[in-house]
């Protein structure tokens, strides 16, 4: 941080006709501003634990019509610790997978499959895949929708998005991720600020 937020605005900007902010905002979930602001993003929450309040702000964010997307997480245990924790906020709501069919692959850019996008470890280690190599060679796109299938939650398991803006000027770090991680978060953001 703050450099992967910084080069997605500037991709956004530059590839959508969507102007959006042009300095990263970082805000906790308790922060009275959250609901100004339709679509967040979270990286390795595979990790995190939520306070009774911050579950209780997150499900009133969600069901009011925002979108949580979580990103950079690895391997069965950080996947079932999230889930653990997603749970609590929308227990009566199933985690399901996005088709490769479905309008948030085609919305501003033709997304033509399902590329697992590495972090940064890539670069030293080679690997797609950065933990449990059973359950993280696998990249799974996957949501939360609502009654209506509006995605609550979006999610991008066994990759890391974030890494691929970060590393964007890093001759090192194939542009193929770079620009693929780029159209995924464009089709995501400008699909559910339309539907």
Do not use: C
Request: overall charge negative; proline content about 7%; charged content about 25%.
């Amino acid at each position: 941080y703050p450099e992967a937020d910084v080069h997605l605005i500037q991709g956004f900007n530059r590839l959508s006709r969507i102007n959006a902010h042009q300095q990263p905002l970082v805000m906790p979930i308790t922060n009275p501003r959250l609901f100004q602001y339709p679509y967040i993003y979270s990286v390795e929450p595979g990790f995190l634990v939520w306070t009774d309040e911050e579950v209780a702000r997150l499900r009133e964010y969600l069901l009011r019509g925002g979108t949580y997307m979580a990103d950079d997480y690895h391997g069965g245990f950080e996947w079932n610790h999230w889930v653990e924790q997603i749970k609590r906020v929308l227990p009566e709501r199933q985690i399901v997978d996005l088709p490769i069919e479905h309008p948030i692959f085609h919305t501003v850019f033709d997304i033509p499959d399902k590329l697992q996008v590495p972090g940064a470890q890539y670069l030293r280690s080679g690997r797609m895949w950065e933990k449990d190599y059973e359950t993280g060679h696998i990249p799974y796109y996957r949501a939360i929708l609502d009654d209506d299938g509006r995605p609550m939650v979006l999610i991008s398991h066994n990759m890391d998005w974030g890494d691929a803006w970060e590393w964007a000027d890093v001759p090192e770090y194939e542009e193929r991720f770079t620009t693929r991680a780029y159209r995924l978060e464009i089709n995501y953001i400008v699909f559910t600020m339309t539907h």
